[in-house]
């Protein structure tokens, strides 16, 4: 299945807002981001949930990499957050859509990673700092 990335950030974006001791099912989730159908929902949950990005309870088994619509999400991991301040701001993200030809064809992952550089180089030329001083983002 293709990866929506305006969906998988919607995710990240949602799961971060859930109040801490608390969770937040997947289908609510899908509600509160009904512009994306249920299926890509589920796949992109399943998918943070297997690469650690996120954390869901109520798992069938620990070989089951399944995520269903009554599973709860707890919160998003370090791994998580880390991804979602590289892609957070709109403008970086706005940045991205607009001079990424493939934007589209690009893995959640990719972007990711693209974002990084973005913020970093944002991060440099905010503090002037001479090239050998480079600030790199070593949250990775």
């Not at 799961?15 to 509600?31: R, S």
């Not at 990499?65 to 301040?85: P, Q, S, Y």
């Not at 991205?96 to 990719?110: D, P």
Request: net charge negative; hydrophobic share 40%.
């Amino acid at each position: 299945m293709k990866i929506n990335n305006h969906c998988a950030r919607r995710i990240l974006l949602e799961v971060e807002k859930i109040p801490n001791g608390e969770t937040l099912t997947v289908a609510k989730l899908q509600e509160r981001i009904s512009d994306f159908p249920i299926e890509d929902v589920l796949f992109l949950v399943t998918l943070f949930n297997k690469e650690h990005y996120l954390t869901v309870l109520d798992k069938v088994s620990y070989d089951d990499n399944d995520v269903f619509r009554d599973h709860k999400i707890k919160c998003l991991t370090e791994k998580g957050d880390k991804a979602l301040d590289t892609i957070k701001s709109e403008d970086i993200w706005n940045l991205m859509m607009e001079r990424i030809n493939n934007f589209h064809e690009l893995s959640i992952f990719t972007i990711f990673s693209i974002a990084s550089k973005i913020v970093n180089v944002r991060h440099n030329e905010l503090f002037e700092l001479p090239n050998d001083l480079l600030i790199e983002n070593t949250r990775w």
